[in-house]
Each structure stands twice: as structure tokens, then as C-alpha cells.
T-cell receptor, first 112, second 113 residues
Framework: DSGVTQTPKHLITATGQRVTLRCSPR?????VYWYQQSLDQGLQFLIQ???????AKGNILERFSAQQFPDLHSELNLSSLELGDSALYFCASSVSGAETQYFGPGTRLLVL | QKEVEQDPGPLSVPEGAIVSLNCTYSNSAFQYFMWYRQYSRKGPELLMYTYSSGNKEDGRFTAQVDKSSKYISLFIRDSQPSDSATYLC????FGGGSEKLVFGKGMKLTVNP
């Protein structure tokens, strides 16, 4: 158990819908990262927050947004969902640096 | 060219074998090199990380980084069926305000009893 929690574990929804994925980092970790894992693309970095502020952006679609709250939990919002958004979404946290990112169990999203 | 290349396998070995997993990369700015293990339907689990070049050993696992060749390796000695998983290499430049990890596609390893 990494200490990073993610909810929900599974999510099934329809195209055009909006969903929110939630992540609670390990105690004391200020950085939260979101990654998407698909069969063809592998694990891809989406976005990083550090202590409530956006720190870095990867190949995150405009339909996706995220935020980190004062209690350091983070939410990833996915809107206007498409079939291709079906994937595993992972949250990771670290105290600060890249070398010790710990991953949560992931949310499996299926868009029908 | 992808920033990080990893042979996706799959790789199947008998129990007790020495396993060698490798990644190559193109971005000279990478300084941190990680290996993650991912069991089916689970999140990636950090196995080892190395800063810059050199070797690092942890039990049956040894990580090697050769920055001159842009090549990293993970060796697993005395492999066990419990080592069966997907192994992902990951790298980071760690600078300029971004600590994102860039991952290889992952190599699926099966250790047969």
C-alpha cells in the first residue's frame, strides 16, 4: 500500500458525460501528479500540482482539468468524454522531487 | 523518436534465472532514472531510483545507468514467480519547475515455476 488513495476504483459512463476522479496524497506529500495509462500510449503525464498551485502540464486535453485543494487532495475532471478517454488514471504523490513518486491504485474509466 | 524506448516483450523465464530489462532514451537532460513494477490491475510500485550514472543494488535487484550511452538496465537475480509483473522504466529531467516522469511502455515479465 503506497498510502495514496484514489476514488472511485471503477467508473463506467457514456460519451459526452463528465466525471470527477479524486486523489488523496500520502501524508506530508505536497506534490500530486496525474497520469493516464492506455494500452497504446502507455503511462502519460497529464498535470502536476504543488501545494495547491499548478506546476507542470503534459499532454492534457482541454476537456480535462484538475485542481488541488487546501487539504492537498486533488481532483481530475474529465468532460465531454469520448470513447478514447477510456483508460486507467493514476494519481501519484511526492514530498517534492520526481524520484520518489508513489502511485495510487488508479481509477479505471470506461466510456461507452 | 520517442523520448524513452522500452521493449514491451513479453519475456518468459524459468524460476531462478537472471533477468535483464533495458531502456534507452534520447533526452540528455534526464538525471533521475526509476524502475517501477506494476502487477495486473494495480498501480505502479517504485522499485529503485538512481541519480545520474552508476549502479545501485537492493537485494536481488540491481539498477545500472550509463548516461554516455543513454541506456539503463534493471537486473533481477534468482527470479521468482512473484516477480511476474510489468516493469516500467521512468525518467525525469527534474528541473525548470517540472518533475514529470517519462515512462517506457513497460516489459511484461513472466517467471515460470
Amino acid at each position: 500500500d503506497s498510502g495514496v488513495t484514489q476514488t472511485p476504483k471503477h467508473l463506467i459512463t457514456a460519451t459526452g458525460q463528465r466525471v470527477t476522479l479524486r486523489c488523496s496524497p500520502r501524508s506530508g506529500d505536497l506534490s500530486v501528479y496525474w497520469y493516464q495509462q492506455s494500452l497504446d500510449q502507455g503511462l502519460q503525464f497529464l498535470i502536476q500540482y504543488y501545494n495547491g498551485e499548478e506546476r507542470a502540464k503534459g499532454n492534457i486535453l482541454e476537456r480535462f482539468s484538475a485542481q488541488q485543494f487546501p487539504d492537498l487532495h486533488s481532483e481530475l475532471n474529465l468532460s465531454s468524454l469520448e470513447l478514447g478517454d477510456s483508460a486507467l488514471y493514476f494519481c501519484a504523490s511526492s514530498v517534492s522531487g520526481a524520484e520518489t513518486q508513489y502511485f495510487g491504485p488508479g481509477t479505471r474509466l470506461l466510456v461507452l | 523518436q520517442k523520448e524513452v524506448e522500452q521493449d514491451p516483450g513479453p519475456l518468459s523465464v524459468p524460476e531462478g534465472a537472471i533477468v535483464s530489462l533495458n531502456c534507452t532514451y534520447s533526452n540528455s537532460a534526464f538525471q533521475y532514472f526509476m524502475w517501477y513494477r506494476q502487477y495486473s490491475r494495480k498501480g505502479p510500485e517504485l522499485l529503485m531510483y538512481t541519480y545520474s550514472s552508476g549502479n545501485k543494488e537492493d537485494g536481488r535487484f540491481t539498477a545500472q545507468v550509463d548516461k554516455s550511452s543513454k541506456y539503463i538496465s534493471l537486473f533481477i537475480r534468482d527470479s521468482q514467480p512473484s516477480d511476474s509483473a510489468t516493469y516500467l522504466c521512468a525518467m525525469s529531467a527534474f528541473g525548470g519547475g517540472s518533475e514529470k516522469l517519462v515512462f517506457g511502455k513497460g516489459m511484461k515479465l513472466t517467471v515460470n515455476p
